[in-house]
Structure formats: C-alpha cells, structure tokens
C-alpha cells in the first residue's frame, strides 16, 4: 500500500480512504480464486491514477473534437498498434469502457434490431451480453442457443451447425464465461462461412493465454474479436474490439459516437502498458504457471473425489459440480468465505438449481498466480477448500482454516 498515492485520499477523505484500506487488507489476507479478477501491476494502477483522466478526447487519434489532444493521440496509438501486433488482427478499438461495451459495439455495429444471434446459453457458460434476457443482447436481439453435449459437457458441433442452418442467426458469438475447454475458433469460422453469418469470439476470460499463444488465436478466423483488458490479461478494467479492416469504420462509428462518449484515456494507457507486459517473456512464463496450476488444482480437487464438468480443463479455470457433496453453490461460497477464501457460484450444464443458487463453483488460478503461487500451495489451497467444505458446521475449524489462509497469504503479498 505504501507504493500507491493513497495519502491524498487519506487526507480528503477519510471515509473513503478507510474503505480503501480495508478492500487492500481483504485483498492481502484472502486466497482469491475468482477466475475473471487478477492484480494488476503497479504501472497499471498508476496510469489509472493519473493526470490523463483530466482530458477529453471524443474522437480518434489525430481525428479529436477537442485541443490540446496531442500526447492523448500518441498514448491510443500506441495502445492500438500493441493491440494489433499481439492478438495478430487488422483493426482495433481500445475505447470501450467494459467488456460488455465492447460486444454492444459488435451487435449494434454488425446487426439491425431484431436479428438473430446464436450464442452458448448461459446455463452452459455463456455471458450475460450474450443473449441473456435481462440483458440488452437478448432484448433487443432474437438469441437463439447452443449448449454442451450432455455427455462429454463439450460444444457438439453438429448441434452447432444444425442451430445456424435452422434459425439463421446473422452472428454467431463463441467465447465464454465459465467453459473450461479450448474453444475451436476455426471449426466455428467454417460453420459460420457455411451458413452464412458472421462470426464473433469474445475472449474475454482467455486473451491472456491467447496473447501468450497458450490457447488457439481467433485469428484470422473471427470477423470480430472482443475482450476484457482486466481478467487473465493483468491490465485495468476495460474492453476492446478486434476485427477485420472491412469492418472497421463502422465498428469506430459504433464506439463512438455510436455508444460512448469520451474515452477514458487513463484507462487506455493502462491498457497500453499492460499489452506492452503481455508481450514480454514473463508473460508468457506467467501464462504458463497459470495453466499449470489450473492443471494441478483439477487434478487434487479429483482425488478428493470433486466432479468437475468435463472432467478436467485447458485453460485457467475448473468448474466444480458440489451435487454429490450435496451443497449449493450459494452455500460453498459462503463457508469458504469464512475461511477467507473468494471463489464465485456458477451454474454447471443441465443445473437443476437456479442462478441464484446453483450446483457449482468456479475456481480460477490467474490471481494466485501473479502471486507467485505454486503447485504446492494449490494442493495447500485445495485442502483448505476441502476442510472447509466438509467441516461447514464447526465454526472452530472454519477459524483454524482462516489463520491458515492468512499465513499463506502473508508469504505471497500482492502488494
Ligand atoms: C467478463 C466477460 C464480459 C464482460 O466484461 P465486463 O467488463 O464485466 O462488462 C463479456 N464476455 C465474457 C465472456 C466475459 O467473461
């Protein structure tokens, strides 16, 4: 905390700054398995901080409605040609403020009210902005869905192309939110070519193991890529739009002025520096140990007899179905949170429970990773899930796994 430039706050504000300074011990003091959260370096909270939120700069670089944009337009260039150089795609936007934004931009950019989209059902692992009913991609939209096989708990592809023959969505949206497995961006691209509709991935929970070239690019397969900035990519909370040269004056047009008005050019720098830390060696090595701990953390969670859907995973998160430990997954987040431990509910494929409260949780390692955590303390870290979990009556024991969860967390600070 002593490296952040907390103390103005402090000073002005001491209601705020206690809050502040409560979240930063929460964060030093919890095992955090969040799958979609991670810290951010010191560089990208810094950027966030500073004076570049003072300026306003509708518009695009070099093209602004406003003066004194001259260093603003290097910082979105740049942004933008690291965009390009890592994710390997012709155009990018960097403006949109949050990953649903960025598929907003898409839909609206790319459809006409009322089009069809064929997205994965929530249930299955898809996002709310895609095709959710209380969400504008599934108000103002026709969704239709495709889940996972029953069996394998995987996409089917004929089911897939069965879906786009019948309904003849305009998009097709792969990409998801709670699915373990790599997502096959060519098999969709050929699908989507087949029947004719476009064809986007949001990558919002892999783009770092995308940019690390741990997981399959979606290009030059996709006509529209959107990711989060904030998730396994390590930078500050935002999103960004990819997509082919032939869409890019209307994916601009959409942005802004379409949707948004000034861009948060604080924001932008830090995503201009978190791409820059996305493209070194570390970041791949990073990416690496992710995996691995994901690999580690399936692989205990099963010898203690957990089910995980698909049986496993490829990328840096495990679903947990707790059906046959017969606990909710509104239930398993609050007695792990008494062992200082975050995980979040999730519903599994065909859950009989509700959103409210499913039948699993998912459990990521992106977090624990920037940490410097290791295969040991993911064993550690699953055998504290699993006393928990069995000792959820015995207050005691929940309190002795605390202090444990602290102890662990003191060896590996996050600031
Ligand atoms: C997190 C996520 C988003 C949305 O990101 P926000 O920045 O929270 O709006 C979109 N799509 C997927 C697949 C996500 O996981």
């Known amino acids: 905390m002593e490296r952040m430039n907390y103390k103005d706050i402090k000073k002005v504000d001491p209601e705020v700054w206690k809050w502040i300074k409560e979240e930063t011990k929460r964060e030093r003091e919890t095992i955090n398995l969040i799958a979609s959260e991670n810290f951010a370096p010191f560089s990208v909270l810094s950027a966030q901080g500073s004076v570049l939120t003072n300026k306003y700069a509708e518009g695009y670089s070099f093209a602004?409605?406003?003066g004194g944009c001259q260093?603003?337009?290097?910082?979105?260039?740049?942004?933008?040609?690291?965009?390009?150089?890592?994710?390997?795609?012709?155009?990018?936007?960097?403006?949109?403020?949050?990953?649903?934004?960025?598929n907003m931009a898409v839909y609206y950019s790319s459809l006409k009210l009322g089009d069809a989209i064929l997205f994965m059902d929530l249930r299955a692992g898809g996002h709310l902005t895609?095709?959710?009913s209380v969400n504008f991609s599934g108000k103002f939209f026709k969704p239709y869905f495709y889940g996972?096989?029953?069996?394998?708990?995987?996409?089917?592809?004929?089911?897939?192309?069965?879906?786009?023959?019948?309904?003849?969505?305009?998009?097709?949206?792969?990409?998801?939110?709670?699915?373990?497995?790599?997502?096959?961006?060519?098999?969709?691209?050929?699908?989507?070519?087949?029947?004719?509709?476009?064809?986007?991935?949001d990558i919002a929970h892999i783009a770092g193991l995308v940019a690390a070239g741990l997981h399959p690019s979606p290009h030059p397969f996709t006509d529209f890529t959107t990711t989060t900035t904030h998730k396994t990519l390590r930078g500050p909370r935002g999103g960004i739009v990819m997509c082919k040269d032939e869409f890019a004056k209307q994916i601009d047009s959409t942005v802004f002025p379409g949707i948004q008005g000034g861009p948060l050019m604080h924001v932008i720098a830090a995503k201009a520096i978190a791409l820059h830390l996305a493209s070194t060696n570390e970041f791949k090595e990073y990416q690496k140990?992710?995996?691995?701990?994901?690999?580690?953390?399936?692989?205990?969670?099963?010898?203690?007899?957990?089910?995980?859907?698909?049986?496993?995973?490829?990328?840096h998160l495990v679903l947990v179905d707790l059906k046959p430990q017969g606990i909710t997954g509104k239930e398993a987040v609050e007695i792990l949170k008494r062992a200082n431990i975050c995980v979040n509910k999730n519903t599994i494929p065909f859950d009989p429970l509700s959103?409210?409260?499913?039948?699993?949780?998912?459990?990521?390692?992106?977090?624990?990773?920037?940490?410097g955590m290791g295969g040991k303390e993911i064993e550690l870290i699953v055998?504290?899930?699993?006393?928990a979990l069995t000792n959820r009556n015995d207050d005691k024991k929940l309190k002795l796994i605390r202090e444990e969860v602290k102890t662990l967390c003191k060896k590996f600070?996050?600031?």
Request: hydrophobic content about 35%; some cysteine; glycine content about 6%.
């Open 130 to 132: 895609h095709g959710s």
């Open 64 to 66: 602004r409605y406003y």
């Open 383 to 387: 055998s504290f899930i699993h006393r």
């Open 289 to 315: 140990k992710v995996l691995a701990n994901a690999k580690i953390l399936a692989n205990s969670l099963k010898k203690l007899g957990y089910r995980l859907v698909s049986g496993g995973t490829d990328t």
């Open 148 to 201: 996972v096989d029953k069996k394998t708990e995987t996409i089917d592809f004929n089911v897939v192309e069965d879906l786009a023959k019948k309904h003849k969505p305009k998009l097709i949206v792969c990409g998801y939110t709670a699915y373990p497995r790599k997502v096959d961006f060519k098999t969709f691209s050929e699908i989507a070519s087949r029947t004719g509709a476009y064809l986007m991935a």
């Open 355 to 371: 959103a409210r409260l499913t039948s699993g949780i998912r459990l990521g390692t992106p977090s624990v990773t920037t940490q």
């Open 71 to 102: 260093f603003i337009d290097q910082i979105e260039k740049l942004a933008i040609e690291r965009t390009k150089a890592l994710f390997n795609c012709e155009h990018a936007n960097v403006q949109p403020h949050s990953g649903s934004q960025a």
């Open 413 to 415: 600070p996050p600031y």
